[in-house]
């Protein structure tokens, strides 16, 4: 999965044909629809289904990182069945890549082959928990209490321990994969930055 900067907002530089070198700037079209969306994104969230600004944030954190692990863990086992050869290991990949199968699903499939730790399988239990957590909120007058691992998720511990965990978890998995991505879940020099306690 390659990372790149988005096609249509910005300023950004052309790198191929007759205009290389100049810049591209964003249509107005795909601005005034950026607008919109975000508009509509701030009305569902202030009015229809209020919640804090925090919690909002923190949905979107823990969406994205259950993504991005689910996409490796998908590698990984991929690359898992082509090492290991087996009619139910095929099957349950073409369900992966043509059905629907469930996030836990696939981490208890993981979990059984010895692709994760029992550590790493609670990790993924605890983000799922919370994912379904969120997904499901329904307007309240305060703010919502999630917890990672025995813990208030809302802290600055907490959200360092959520994202060193992934970050690990996802090294390992585009290990097994052999992919090469090079962003981390945790950004170059944050950690550092705000005081985090290094990875052993």
Same mark, same amino acid.
Do not use: C
């Given at each position: ?35 919109? @969306? ?58 992966? /890549? ?17 692709? @994760? ?16 957590? /969120? ?24 959200? /360092? ?40």
């Amino acid at each position: 999965m390659a990372t790149r900067e988005a096609r249509r907002f910005g300023a950004r530089e052309v790198t191929h044909g007759a205009k290389k070198g100049s810049l591209h700037v964003a249509l107005k079209r795909y601005l005034t629809l950026l607008g919109e @969306l975000s508009f509509l994104q701030e009305y569902l969230s202030d009015r229809a289904l209020p919640r804090e600004p925090e919690d909002r944030a923190l949905a979107n954190l823990t969406l994205i990182l259950q993504n991005i692990v689910e996409y490796e863990l998908e590698r990984s086992i991929d690359s898992y069945v082509k090492a290991n050869p087996d009619k139910k290991y095929a099957k349950f990949l073409k369900r992966i /890549q043509t059905d629907y199968v469930t996030f836990k699903a696939k981490f208890d499939w993981a979990r059984a082959r010895n692709l @994760l730790t029992d550590n790493e399988w609670r990790v993924l239990e605890e983000i799922r928990i919370i994912r379904n957590a /969120q997904t499901h909120a329904r307007p309240e007058l305060k703010r919502r209490k999630y917890s990672y691992f025995g813990k208030p998720l809302l802290t600055r511990k907490s959200i /360092q321990r959520l994202f060193s965990d992934f970050n690990s978890l996802v090294r390992k998995l585009r290990t097994q994969s052999g992919n090469r991505q090079r962003w981390d879940v945790i950004p170059p020099g944050y950690a550092e930055e705000m005081g985090w306690t290094p990875e052993p």
